[in-house]
């Protein structure tokens, strides 16, 4: 068929389609998103001939199931799930053959004439209004089955949305999940848009309470309701072509529908469905409120793409078959990158800092180990989930012993677990090497400051014959205490305290005091203090004692204490630190290292490298079974914790988060 006789083919196409959707007796269904995107672009033309004709009212133009008016028993009739093309190829041929991609439909407050309709009579056809001109390389064909398109900022049901990566602020540091997900729009109206994550299957597994034996594998599809929620919004997304399959679920596109997990387990128990392996059970889900998706779409957080069933399905059905859920999914986001056209971009981020960190989220909450557990959590709160009694007494015994955790007073100073995986990784990455002085201990709460995070502003003082002089004021944390200066002066100078300068906090012997702003500016004036005494902390840490106490969380090894005889030094060689600029954001984070080491058991200096360049790439000779590095790659988890932290201070007290 040449290309003149398949645009034939087109207009006879659409000209039916435009034709039923104006019918009022009509089992035919139109697609709204197609409709409204012609509709949006013929009301913003701005030349050209124009004609009037009625806007079809709503019951006509957004026909989900239609029945025929003469028939109420009518079988309903699904496009999506028919034998025949859907329209989501037929559209993918029309942007493969004009080169282009669907347009956005613009916001219905646009239009001047709300009742009307402008068209363009030198676009009769109406599928000019679908497309923009971008070059053709946006459209990517694996055979005549899979299509794939940048779709734009085109958001409907069905469309998947891919995680960016050309934001300044990536998903390294929070919400490491979304990095490079794979989105499928389950359901997209003007309130809100819901989506499913398809690239994070894990080694969990759900009991079926209805036949006996079964296990079901879970995905992570979001983080609304998702893996950990005590009611898991679960969805079960299968291709079952029955009938009876296909009225127990809402389709999402052409042979991809969902169901409850209720209704997947009556399925198998009737042999409708062979068994758990029909379904892919998602746990979570993503959730977008009014026009957010929009703004992000615009920040370039995600890209919106679309793409035919059997691409997707193919991707499932692989993932199903031992992937190791610390890949990731890493290839399916790949896979439909290149075939959208964003191979390049695809590339030139492939084995980065976030993608490090995505493996290491999914090394935490997706992996199962030997003993039963997922990651780092102690148990699974999935409904129905399988946890054995030895798995619950251990639990149990740990609840138990923390309730005898050591004591911790005011004036203990604290450092960040030594561990090699840092339980500061994948969150509160600030609290990474850390050195934490606790101010306050009560029945209640447990506040601390940190002390190693100074911040781009300074404090400036009279230094007398010196003239002016600025002290660095570090962040110490989120939250201030009420009916207290904003500003905390400390010091760890004997001589000082011994001569009435300052109060000291807890147990003299613990050897840090607090003053007042006015007492530490005049001893600086007056050449009795040196601004080189005196750290400025902002804000405070809180640790309810209702939960994860300071005390327990000592206990279990997240911090540690530093003992009285090392504090003097941390101090002092955290007085080495300078206010923060792009130019010692480096060095100040050495001095934090150093300091931190000085506070805890020798260690050999490994931690300080001067060579700040993340790894690219998996490297050669890395052993996937060495938890000491990330999954298939030459990066030490430990190294990883460093550059989240630097990352941190970059993103978060620099406002510069592409310099780390």
């Avoid at 999506?80 to 493969?96: I, P, Q, S, T, Y």
């Avoid at 128990?269 to 392996?277: M, N, Q, R, V, Y």
């Avoid at 850390?434 to 940190?450: F, Q, R």
Wanted: one cysteine or more; proline letters at 3%; aromatic letters at 8%.
């Amino acid at each position: 068929m040449n290309l003149a006789t398949f645009k034939l083919l087109c207009l006879i196409w659409a000209g039916l389609d435009f034709a039923l959707a104006f019918s009022p007796a009509t089992n035919a269904r139109v697609n709204p998103a197609a409709y409204e995107a012609c509709r949006c672009r013929r009301a913003n033309l701005s030349g050209g001939r124009h004609r009037r004709i009625p806007r079809p009212s709503s019951t006509h133009s957004h026909l989900l199931s239609a029945k025929s008016e003469n028939d109420d028993d009518a079988e309903q009739v699904n496009p999506d799930n028919d034998d025949g093309e859907d329209w989501r190829a037929f559209r993918a041929k029309l942007v493969m053959s004009e080169g282009g991609t669907p347009s956005s439909p613009q916001p219905s407050a646009e239009i001047e004439n709300t009742d009307d309709v402008i068209v363009d009579d030198s676009d009769l056809d109406g599928f000019g209004a679908l497309f923009s001109e971008i070059s053709p390389s946006g459209f990517t064909p694996l055979d005549q089955s899979q299509w794939a398109y940048d779709s734009g900022k085109v958001i409907e049901k069905g469309a998947v949305i891919l995680g960016g990566v050309e934001q300044d602020f990536g998903f390294g540091l929070r919400q490491q999940y979304f990095h490079k997900a794979v989105i499928l729009v389950l359901d997209h109206d003007d309130t809100f848009t819901k989506g499913i994550i398809l690239n994070r299957p894990s080694d969990r597994m759900m009991e079926d309470d209805v036949n006996e034996g079964l296990k079901w594998r879970v995905w992570y599809g979001g983080d609304v309701q998702g893996l950990d929620s005590l009611v898991p919004d679960i969805v079960c997304l299968h291709s079952l072509r029955s009938k009876e399959a296909r009225d127990a679920s809402v389709s999402v596109m052409k042979d991809i529908q969902w169901t409850s997990f209720t209704n997947a387990k009556k399925l198998v128990k009737k042999g409708i469905a062979s068994g758990p392996e029909d379904f892919w059970l998602i746990a979570g889900y993503a959730g977008w409120g009014p026009r957010q998706l929009s703004g992000e779409l615009d920040r370039k957080s995600w890209y919106m793409c679309a793409t035919d069933s059997q691409t997707l399905l193919k991707e499932l059905a692989r993932q199903s078959k031992g992937v190791d859920p610390r890949d990731a999914g890493l290839e399916t986001w790949d896979l439909l990158m290149n075939m959208i056209g964003r191979g390049e971009t695809a590339d030139e981020c492939s084995g980065r800092f976030d993608d490090l960190m995505l493996k290491e989220w999914s090394q935490t909450n997706l992996v199962k180990f030997d003993d039963g557990d997922i990651g780092s959590a102690s148990a699974s709160l999935l409904g129905g989930a399988d946890i054995s009694k030895g798995t619950f007494d251990k639990i149990l015994a740990e609840a138990i012993d923390l309730t005898s955790s050591e004591e911790i007073t005011a004036g203990t100073v604290l450092r960040g677990s030594s561990a090699d995986r840092s339980p500061f990784l994948l969150q509160k990455q600030e609290l990474h090497h850390s050195l934490i002085l606790v101010v306050l201990e009560d029945d209640n709460v447990s506040l601390g400051c940190m002390l190693n995070h100074p911040a781009t502003k300074g404090y400036e003082v009279d230094g007398g014959k010196k003239g002016t002089l600025s002290i660095p004021i570090r962040y110490g944390g989120d939250y201030a205490i009420k009916g207290q200066s904003p500003l905390m002066w400390l010091h760890c100078n004997k001589k000082l305290g011994d001569s009435g300068l300052g109060t000291s906090l807890g147990d003299q012997s613990k050897g840090i005091y607090t003053c007042t702003q006015e007492d530490a500016t005049e001893a600086i004036s007056y050449g009795v203090a040196n601004v080189g005494d005196f750290l400025i902390m902002s804000g405070v840490c809180v640790w309810p004692k209702l939960g994860s106490s300071l005390a327990n969380e000592v206990k279990r090894g997240v911090f540690e204490v530093v003992e009285s005889s090392k504090v003097e030094g941390v101090f002092q060689t955290l007085q080495m630190q300078q206010i923060l600029t792009e130019d010692n954001l480096s060095k100040n984070i050495a001095v934090t290292n150093e300091a931190w080491q000085k506070g805890g058991e020798s260690l050999p200096d490994d931690n300080g490298s001067d060579d700040d360049t993340l790894t690219v790439g998996i490297g050669e000779g890395y052993d996937e079974e060495d938890e000491t590095v990330v999954f298939n790659s030459d990066k030490k988890v430990s190294d990883l914790a460093n550059d989240a932290l630097m990352k941190w201070v970059a993103t978060f007290l620099l406002g510069a988060p592409t310099l780390a």
